[in-house]
């Protein structure tokens, strides 16, 4: 895999290109010198984990003949407090919506991708501890306890 990023000569502006051809913009915060015009390279980072995952769980899913209606991946993280300000915890919430949806299949999918499939995983647990939790329908959870 190759890769390069250029500077725009605009504060901390890059502009990247992997070897797939296709470009990504990368800022930081206006009090660090950015524009706030992209992402940062830590939220790619964090977007990387979040699409390796989903992949897998939907191509597991896919195998198993069980798709759901939704699917969203959500993450929260902590940061070290000192350089370099690596994620030390990620927790990741996976919210599933659909009909005869099977949680221990759902709970599997995820499982096998963060422990056997995701690269980005594999590498981020070299440094973070990464939790998940695994829910299901979570409006009728709602609707249930009102």
């Known amino acids: 895999m190759e890769a390069e990023a250029r500077w725009v000569n605009d504060g901390l ?32 980072v964090l ?20 798709l759901p209606d939704t699917f969203t991946i959500k993450a929260q993280t902590e940061r070290a ?7 030390t915890k990620i927790h990741l919430q996976y919210v599933f919506t659909g009909s005869d949806l099977k949680e221990e299949n759902l709970e599997r999918a995820v499982s ?3 422990e056997k499939y995701c690269s980005v995983a594999g590498m981020l647990n070299k440094a973070a501890e990464i939790t998940y939790t695994v829910v299901v329908n979570p409006e009728l959870e709602q609707e249930t306890t009102s």
Do not use: W
């Open 47 to 66: 977007f990387g984990l979040l699409g390796c995952s989903g992949f897998d769980v939907v191509s597991i899913l896919q195998k198993m003949r069980m």
């Open 81 to 87: 407090e000192e350089h370099p300000k690596i994620f």
């Open 13 to 44: 502006t890059f502009l990247a290109k992997g070897g797939s051809n296709h470009y990504v913009v990368m800022d930081s915060k206006k009090a660090l010198g950015g524009s706030e015009a992209a992402s940062s390279p830590m939220e790619l």
């Open 112 to 114: 096998l991708s963060q």
